[in-house]
Every structure is written in structure tokens, then in C-alpha cells.
């Protein structure tokens, strides 16, 4: 008698959600030194898990890290001094990390909806693509802060804290919008309002994704369980 055994997935975001919201905490005591080395280590290693997600060939996998890696070089010779703080090499970290959340948020996105039931898994991932926006939509107000430093109201970035940029970037998110920090130029603008949208709407989306998952998952059960047979009566 062979009885089948149900094939459970790993789950796939457990990590990633644990350094996402690691190097929030993090990021505040990071003024100088090994505080900032941390949050920039911690940003290289979300940045490799979600590499780890692409399922690519060696000889990609290959190449995407050593594309990290040249990002987080860079990242930590600016840190600690070692490199002049030149536009060029702030836009190349930028970019790089810029492209790999971005790319995660895209793939995640397709993974959940992609799933035949919602799990905590499922659940995980969408609060990792939550995460990731803020963090992703930070790279690019970085992006146009670096072009033009008269872009917002106040600077998001100086020499002893990296919280700024992040700070506004998770306020619009959530559309808090404390007013403290304000967008000045049109692409800072308009960076600002696609965030602000994309912070309503998508919470709503999600959390109406996984009560129409649930329910058409409890149906199917529902409909694929044979009815018990009734007591013969004597």
C-alpha cells in the first residue's frame, strides 16, 4: 500500500523578510564607522537573497552577484573614506541596487499571484513587496537627489545618517506625509505621487488577493470531498 505524501514547498521569503526589516532597525544607530559597514552589509545580503530567487543559470548567477559585489565594494570604500564621493559612483550603487529591488518586487508580484492556495509563505511575500517599494522608491529618490540636490526641501542624505532618504521614502509609502521633507523638483514630484498611489492601492489589492485565494481554495476543497454516506437503515 503506497500512500502518497503531501509535497510542501520551503518557504522562500522567511530570510529576506528578516533582514528587510533588520537593517530598519539598524539603519538609526548607523552614524560612522561599524554601524554603517552593518547596514551596508545588510543591504548586499538582501540584495543576494533575492538573486537567489531568480533560479538562474550558474553563469548568471555568477554575474549577478559579481554585479552586487561591485555595488557593495564601492558602497563600503565610500563609507569608509576610501573612495571621493563622485556622482558617478553614488548613481552606480544606486543603480545597481536600484535594479535588483525593483526586480524583486516584479518577481515576488508574479510568484504570489502565480500560487494555487495562499499560505504564510504567500502572506510573507507580500509584506517583503511592501518593504521592498519602500526601500526601491528610496534608491530612486536617491537617484534624484544625487542629479540635483535642490530637488527636495531638505537634504535626504548627509554625513552622518542614511535614515533620511528611507524616512521619506516609507511616509509617502504610507502616506503619512508629515510635510517635513517635500519634493521640489517635477521628477521628485512626481516620484512622490506614484509612490503615495502605489502605497493605497496596493495594500487593498493584496489584501483582497488572499480573501478571494482563500475562499476559492476553501470552496475547491469544499466541492472536491465526496459527500459521506448516509446509515443503512434496518
Not at 80 to 107: D, E, H, K, M, N
Not at 192 to 220: D, K
Request: proline share 4%.
Amino acid at each position: 500500500m503506497v500512500i502518497a505524501s503531501k509535497v510542501v514547498s520551503p518557504p522562500q521569503y522567511n530570510q529576506l523578510l528578516v533582514v528587510t526589516v533588520l537593517r530598519l532597525l539598524v539603519i538609526p544607530f548607523a552614524d560612522g564607522g561599524w554601524g554603517e559597514l552593518l547596514a551596508s552589509f545588510l543591504l548586499f545580503h538582501i540584495s543576494f537573497l533575492i538573486i537567489r530567487s531568480y533560479r538562474l543559470s550558474r553563469w548568471l548567477f555568477v554575474l549577478m552577484v559579481a554585479i552586487a559585489s561591485i555595488g557593495f565594494l564601492i558602497d563600503v570604500l565610500l563609507t569608509l573614506g576610501w573612495l571621493l564621493t563622485s556622482p558617478i559612483f553614488l548613481l552606480t550603487v544606486q543603480s545597481i541596487y536600484g535594479f535588483f529591488f525593483g526586480s524583486a518586487v516584479l518577481l515576488i508580484l508574479r510568484n504570489i499571484l502565480q500560487a494555487s492556495r495562499v499560505t504564510n509563505d504567500t502572506v510573507k511575500g507580500g509584506v517583503c513587496v511592501y518593504l521592498l517599494l519602500g526601500y526601491f522608491w528610496a534608491l530612486l529618490y536617491s537617484i534624484i537627489y544625487t542629479l540635483d540636490v535642490n530637488a527636495f526641501s531638505s537634504a535626504l542624505a548627509t554625513e552622518t545618517s542614511r535614515l533620511r532618504v528611507l524616512y521619506f521614502s516609507f511616509v509617502t509609502l504610507t502616506t503619512l506625509g508629515f510635510g517635513d521633507i517635500t519634493p521640489v523638483s517635477e521628477a521628485a514630484s512626481v516620484l512622490t505621487v506614484l509612490e503615495a498611489l502605489i502605497g493605497q492601492v496596493y495594500p487593498t489589492v493584496f489584501m483582497a488577493f488572499l480573501v478571494s485565494s482563500y475562499l476559492a481554495h476553501r470552496e475547491f476543497q469544499d466541492t472536491s470531498t465526496p459527500p459521506k454516506p448516509k446509515p443503512e437503515q434496518h
